[in-house]
């Protein structure tokens, strides 16, 4: 198979080798009919791209970092993926760095990032209770984040689904269906279940139901603390899992208890994992726009990488309520 050289793709598309230069590195004066032509000779003639060399002299390595707190998480699995098929169509490689919550191990990825000299890094939600901070000391490196607030959001650009709607819905939905005294449960704070649980205390003071100690459980890990709870709570009517491996967990304890779901016990969770619609009773839940939150991330880096600036910004995804069979 013929070897073909820069000079081949320029004769080709009828064109200098420099406007082929400026167009395979995306930089300097062409128009899109040149570029597109240029484009399609090189994907006819399967012209090899020298990343390496294009590399060393633009200091652009067409990579993104990504940061995810738990790539098991079946959300954080489906961000991920979404992001990666985008950036992919965009030719843009991926590092995906599973962080496991650990902040040390979160450290050792960004400086293996930084030496990489990727061109920008997308940080997805962990279970933090700081801001995110980076800056390379090698070049500069953009970072967008998605549900991790920015120590500096003057830094960023943050981007989230509307976590504050998503909980004040779910638990209205819960009155709206005859709950009176739905508490919330929650295994760890940080950055979004904290706007969840906003959501969930404005809810009871719309329907003046005032927030006590016993609205909120951050213990529930197993039947015997869930039957203590509701031993000590029996008006309890309602639950809000802050995400829907608790409301799982949840349905399977009271079951185990011989609670009635709905008729008993409401529950509506948060994420809308795909296990939630194949349990007995499908889950009620509040689905976050994963596609929304990717396309937004993907166009923030595109626009941050080519400095049109938007630094400050931030996105708000809305959330939306999905009704199945564990409220009435």
Do not use: W
Request: contains cysteine; charged residues 20%; aromatic residues 8%.
């Amino acid at each position: 198979m013929k070897q073909y050289s820069i000079k081949d793709i320029a004769k080709l598309s009828n064109v200098s080798t420099a406007t082929v230069s400026r167009v395979i590195n995306n930089n300097g004066r062409f128009s899109e009919e040149t570029k597109n032509k240029v484009l399609e000779v090189i994907k006819q003639t399967g012209y090899k791209i020298n990343d390496s060399a294009r590399s060393l002299r633009t200091n652009i390595t067409y990579t993104i970092g990504i940061l995810v707190p738990d790539i098991k998480n079946s959300f954080f699995a489906d961000l991920v993926q979404k992001i990666e098929e985008l950036l992919f169509s965009k030719n843009y490689s991926t590092i995906i760095c599973n962080t496991d919550k650990n902040e040390k191990k979160e450290q050792a990825y960004l400086h293996m990032l930084e030496n990489k000299k990727v061109d920008g890094i997308i940080v997805i939600s962990g279970s933090y209770q700081h801001g995110f901070k980076f800056q390379s000391s090698l070049k500069e490196i953009p970072y967008i984040c998605i549900d991790r607030e920015p120590e500096n959001f003057h830094n960023t650009v943050f981007i989230s689904s509307n976590h504050y709607q998503g909980g004040l819905d779910a638990t209205n939905y819960l009155f709206n269906r005859g709950s009176q005294f739905p508490a919330i449960v929650v295994k760890k704070v940080n950055t979004s279940t904290k706007s969840r649980i906003a959501g969930f205390k404005e809810a009871l003071k719309n329907h003046q139901v005032k927030f006590l100690k016993s609205h909120q459980e951050l213990k529930l890990t197993n039947k015997s603390a869930l039957k203590t709870f509701l031993t000590r709570n029996p008006q309890v009517d309602g639950f809000f899992a802050v995400d829907d491996n608790i409301a799982i967990s949840l349905i399977q304890y009271l079951q185990e208890l011989n609670y009635q779901i709905p008729k008993q016990i409401q529950i509506i969770g948060f994420d809308d994992i795909p296990a939630a619609n194949v349990l007995t009773p499908k889950l009620t839940t509040i689905q976050q726009n994963t596609k929304k939150i990717a396309q937004t991330a993907v166009n923030s880096m595109m626009n941050a990488i080519n400095k049109q600036n938007e630094k400050g910004s931030q996105f708000l995804i809305p959330t939306k309520l999905i009704n199945r069979e564990t409220t009435r």
